[in-house]
Structure formats: structure tokens, C-alpha cells
């Protein structure tokens, strides 16, 4: 099972932008379907965005719809997270997996890595 690290992370103030990115730590022929989750203090982990392996349209979580912008780069196996207009909500640790897909929605196929703090604060 591939294994991904994220990066990226750090200290924002609203308004401003990072960029994550996952990046695989296991050689990995092609970036399966991925996904971005997200966990707040006190919160259960969250769905972000996900991007599958092919030509489909990316999905988002509303709360971050037209802020943030899922992609990858299939040359070097990477996946990124641009975020745009952060708020102090967005405060969490990011994780990326694997995703699969359901008629219920996207779902985690993967394990968890350590994540990468992102913290929104003026």
C-alpha cells in the first residue's frame, strides 16, 4: 500500500494562501484517485477535495469551494492543495489518502500520515 507524506503547511493570516502538497514515500507507477482530509482540534476528520486518477472533475467540500484548487502533477507522482482566502476555520492538520468512490460520496482507501499543520491566525 503506498504511503504519502504531506508539506506545506504553516502559519497564515486570514485571508492569505498556502499550498500543500502529498507527495508519495513508496515508488508508485501512477497517483491513484486522491484525496485531501482535514482535522480540526476537538473535530472529527474531514473530506476536503478529491481528484481521481483520470479526467474527472475534482469534487470539493462546500466550505471550501472556489478558494481551494485540488491537482497533481503526473510527471513527478504530486499531488497539491492550493489554498486561497484562508479563514480561521481552515485551521486543522491536512492528510492526503487514497480515495475511492461510492454512490454515497467519496471515501478514504488509505492510511494516515502525519499530516501538515496549516493555522489560519491574525
Known amino acids: 500500500q503506498a504511503k504519502f507524506v504531506e508539506s506545506g503547511g504553516g502559519l497564515v493570516q486570514p485571508g492569505g494562501s498556502l499550498r500543500l502538497s502529498c507527495e508519495a514515500s513508496?515508488?508508485?507507477?501512477?497517483?491513484?484517485?486522491m484525496g485531501w482530509y482535514r482535522q480540526a482540534p476537538g473535530k472529527q476528520r474531514e473530506l476536503v477535495a478529491t481528484?481521481?486518477?483520470?479526467?474527472?472533475?475534482?469534487y470539493y467540500v462546500d466550505s471550501v469551494k472556489g478558494r481551494f484548487t485540488i491537482s497533481r502533477d503526473n510527471a513527478k507522482n504530486i499531488m497539491y492543495l492550493q489554498m486561497n482566502s484562508l479563514k480561521f476555520e481552515d485551521t486543522a492538520v491536512y492528510y492526503c489518502?487514497?480515495?475511492?468512490?461510492?454512490?454515497?460520496?467519496?471515501?478514504?482507501?488509505?492510511?494516515w500520515g502525519q499530516g501538515t499543520q496549516v493555522t489560519v491566525s491574525s
Open positions: 489518502t487514497t480515495v475511492g468512490f461510492s454512490a454515497n460520496g467519496p471515501f478514504a482507501t488509505g492510511s
Open positions: 513508496t515508488i508508485v507507477f501512477r497517483l491513484p484517485d
Open positions: 481528484l481521481d486518477s483520470g479526467y474527472g472533475d475534482p
